[in-house]
């Protein structure tokens, strides 16, 4: 990893999913101070109780995007990195979804994401350095029914992320974003228990794993891969491609 002056920061948003916590171990093992956010109590225990071998290695904060006020708790701390999970989950079809629950949901997961984008880039921009990683799915270019408002906050989300990257660039500030598919954690494990048969449709014929989303978010923080700015990559085991194929047939 890039070495600076200060103590390695990365700020975790959504740190209480299933790979953040698996990711926060690898940045701590290469050197790198994971700050993970949650949003209640629940959330704080969470991190708490899968981070117990790694205490006073890492900090925990709150920060909740319904509540922009909760974005003051980082203003002190400058950040060298950020990794972005969160994202709240709503699926519905476009003709039955509900006005105000639509609102709320566009609201909360990118009027408010990029409030915290400014905030983020503007201590960056200090430092003159500083890299962004935003975990977006493979939804946000192929949503399946029912999935129109999460494809579509995942593309907008992108679309912040890939901008930023675009602005800052030559301020040594830099963006990438990684779509990930099926995967062994979260809702994505509890959606393959109940639809198996998913899987053939990806030719790997599995999800993709906690370990190696993991190290490849690892490779694109470290310095090698800042090159990779403003784009858009894909890791979903050839799902992607695969439905663009049946499409065109």
């Known amino acids: 990893m890039r070495q600076t002056d200060s103590e390695n920061n990365c700020l975790v948003l959504g740190g209480t999913c299933d790979l953040a916590l698996s990711l926060a171990p690898m940045l701590m093992a290469k050197g790198i101070h994971p700050v993970m956010t949650w949003r ?21 904060v709150r920060l909740d995007l319904n509540d922009i006020n909760s974005f003051d708790s980082l203003l002190p701390q400058p950040f060298d990195f950020l990794v972005d999970f969160a994202h ?18 566009f609201m909360e997961n990118i009027a408010s994401r990029a409030v915290l984008l400014k905030h983020i880039t503007r ?13 977006s799915s493979s939804a946000a270019e192929l949503p399946a029914p029912g999935q129109g408002f999460y494809g579509a906050a995942k593309r ?3 679309a912040l992320y890939q901008n930023c990257g675009l602005e800052l660039g030559k301020r040594g500030i830099t963006t990438v974003v990684l779509r990930i598919g099926y995967t ?19 030719p790997v ?12 978010i690892i490779f694109l923080l470290s310095h090698g891969a ?19 194929i049946l499409a065109k047939m």
């Open 40 to 60: 209640n109590a629940a959330g704080r225990e969470r991190i708490e109780s899968h981070l117990t071998d790694w205490q006073g290695q890492y900090e925990s």
């Open 88 to 105: 709240g989950h709503y699926e519905s079809f476009v003709s039955g979804a509900d006005a105000e629950r639509v609102s709320h949901y």
């Open 123 to 135: 201590m960056m921009m200090v430092r003159k350095q500083g890299r962004l990683v935003y975990v």
């Open 156 to 158: 907008a989300s992108e």
């Open 184 to 202: 062994d954690a979260g809702r994505g494990r509890v959606f393959l228990q109940n639809r198996p048969e998913a899987l053939k449709q990806v």
């Open 205 to 216: 014929e599995r999800p993709m794993t906690v370990q190696e989303i993991g190290e490849t």
């Open 226 to 244: 800042r090159g990779i700015n403003a784009s858009v990559l894909t890791m979903d085991g050839g799902l992607s491609a695969g439905k663009m």
